[in-house]
């Protein structure tokens, strides 16, 4: 693989790209006569790298650069989030537009895999600013986006305000409102109740159907979580309302430590009004390496890919880790946390809850009847328990692990979909 940005050259951090590539190489086997198309999973559909130039505030023009790829589109139009960061890649976005295909299969949900990006810090730009770059990048990325190809919505560094954006730019291209172009729109615009919770609630289920099976019941456990965005941050909430105790909380400026739980609502309030939780006297600040010793039943990073090293692996003090983010646990990681008996809940299930509300709503636009909330957390957890059972069941019966379970299960779903559709010519 080429070495297209730093962090290829760090070892311990190792391009997301080539992490999604080893599950693939690890599932290949249990996929029988599909595994004739494996190379499929191995390379996106279609890359889309756009230039994104705005006018600054100050007058000046900033060039971004911007990404949308499809990696899959066989049972369906491509779905998936977009990033604003300022470490987004072509590699990084590629890798996370893999895990939605497996996301989406492994969910039974009807889309293909897809994902998008622009490098950009959001916190450095106004709000101007990020409109501007938020409806240059839309308009770039029309060529290929729309509610039956290939539908958007939020990831780290985006938000509701920004698929309204999106929503608009594209629509005032096409010349209608197109509300199904995007999801995790605000719901005055064709938003889904539920969408905005939804990642942290459907983390919280797989915790507790894992919970269930492994006797670690959620009241009275020690959850650690690193991240404190939209999934973080509610999955903490959730988890404290049905009786864990948050240990320790982590995001980019602070890791925190009260061993007698930290006040998720307080903690929730303060990095509102603060901009992260650095300074929350609810709690004692510790050293970020430290947040990997603490002692805890659950651990769900939270945050970005990549944080779940084989050091890091080495010294966890946990009975399981339920992937929030997407792409958190190294491969070798993986299997240093198998042979210590700590379960790990991969992302492509654990934070599986947003993309299906995202299904939700694009359901309930496209034939514009709404449902209420409790329709809507009702049917996610029916979902999330169904999918959770036949990847457990699956795991259990081969000896797998849960995520393997999970991709045979995906990539099955995907491949013979791509075998019964046929290569065309
Ligand atoms: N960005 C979220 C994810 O990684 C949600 C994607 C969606 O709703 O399409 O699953």
């Known amino acids: 693989m080429p070495a297209t940005n730093l962090s290829y050259l760090d070892p311990a951090r190792p391009e997301p790209w080539s992490s999604f590539l080893e599950q693939i190489d690890r599932v290949a086997p249990h996929l029988g006569g599909l595994s004739h198309w494996i190379e499929t999973l191995k390379r996106p559909k279609r890359v889309l790298i756009v230039d994104v130039p705005i006018v600054r505030d100050d007058g000046t023009v900033a060039h971004y650069e911007g990404y949308r790829v499809q990696h899959n589109l066989s049972r369906g139009p491509g779905k998936g989030g977009v990033r604003f960061h300022p470490d987004v890649s072509l590699n990084e976005v590629m890798a996370l537009a893999g ?89 005055a615009l064709g938003g889904s109740l ?31 979580v690193q991240g404190f965005g939209n999934v973080g941050s509610i999955a903490a909430r959730i988890f404290a309302e049905h009786g864990a105790v948050i ?17 998720v609502a307080e903690a929730i309030a303060y990095s509102a009004t603060q901009g992260s939780l650095a300074g929350f006297p609810g709690a004692e600040s510790i050293g970020n390496e430290e947040f990997w010793a603490v002692e805890s039943e659950y651990v769900v990073p939270a945050a970005l890919e990549g944080q779940l090293t ?83 069941q699956m795991a259990d019966e081969r000896g797998l692990s849960l995520r393997t379970a999970a991709f045979i299960i995906a990539c099955q779903r995907v491949l013979a979909a791509r075998e019964q559709r046929g290569l065309y010519p």
């Open 99 to 187: 895990w939605m295909t497996v996301k989406n299969a492994a969910l039974g949900l009807p889309f293909g895999g897809a994902k998008g990006g622009v490098r950009i810090d959001p916190r450095a730009l106004s709000r101007a600013e990020l409109e501007r770059v938020t409806r240059r990048y839309t308009s770039e990325i029309g060529l290929v986006i729309g509610p039956d190809k290939d539908i958007p919505a939020p990831d780290v560094g985006s938000d509701q305000q920004i698929m309204a954006w999106m929503m608009d730019t594209y629509s005032v291209n096409v010349g209608h409102t197109a509300s199904g172009v995007v999801t995790g729109k605000p719901v």
């Open 194 to 224: 539920g969408r905005h919770e939804a990642t942290g609630r459907g983390v919280f289920i797989a915790a507790r159907e894992a919970g269930k099976r492994s006797a670690v019941p959620i009241p009275g456990s020690r959850v650690a």
């Open 247 to 263: 240990v320790a909380l982590q995001d980019a400026e602070a890791t925190l430590f009260n061993p007698a739980g930290i006040n």
């Open 310 to 392: 084989a050091r890091r692996a080495a010294g966890l003090r946990t009975r399981i880790v339920v992937e929030g983010a997407n792409g958190p646990t190294l491969p070798a990681a993986d299997d240093i946390l198998r042979e210590r008996g700590i379960l790990v809940v991969p992302d492509v299930l654990a934070n599986a809850g947003g993309v299906t509300v995202s299904y939700f709503e694009w359901v309930q636009d496209f034939s514009s009847f709404f449902w209420s909330e409790d329709e809507i957390n009702a049917r996610l957890e029916s979902i999330m328990i169904k999918a959770f059972a036949a990847i457990w």
